[in-house]
């Protein structure tokens, strides 16, 4: 059975950091395309960034230079570090897990809150 567990969510003040770690159990860590989406009141949940087995990072325009996806195969945990925090990104932040083998396996958290408040 796939787990995905979400930690580090919270409230920020507008221009700070938080970073977001998710542990997978059940499934082969390395080979999973690890990702953080996310998903605002009233909106489509969207992807954040994504980080492939090899290492290879991708992201959204909106956190470019902002948010940095790592992975630690080691801890079959993938983190999200988030600085420079805006109101906009406020958000439930879910991790994903997908498995290319055959047919796609994909996985999902349970979620993380993110609130960017003063």
């Known amino acids: 059975q796939v787990q995905l567990v979400e930690s580090g969510g919270g409230l920020v003040q507008p221009g700070g950091s938080l970073r977001l770690s998710c542990t997978a159990s059940g499934l082969i860590f390395s080979s999973a395309v690890m990702g953080w989406y996310r998903q605002a009141p009233g909106k489509q949940r969207e992807l954040v960034a994504r980080?492939?087995?090899?290492?290879?990072?991708s992201n959204a325009d909106s956190v470019s230079g902002r948010f940095t996806i790592s992975r630690d195969n080691a801890k079959n945990t993938v983190y999200l570090q988030m600085n420079s925090l805006k109101p906009e990104d406020t958000a439930v932040y879910y991790c994903?897990?997908?498995?290319?083998?055959?047919?796609?396996?994909?996985?999902w958290g349970q979620g993380t809150q993110v609130t960017v408040s003063s």
């Open positions: 980080v492939f087995p090899g290492g290879t990072t």
């Open positions: 994903n897990a997908v498995i290319y083998r055959g047919t796609p396996s994909e996985y």
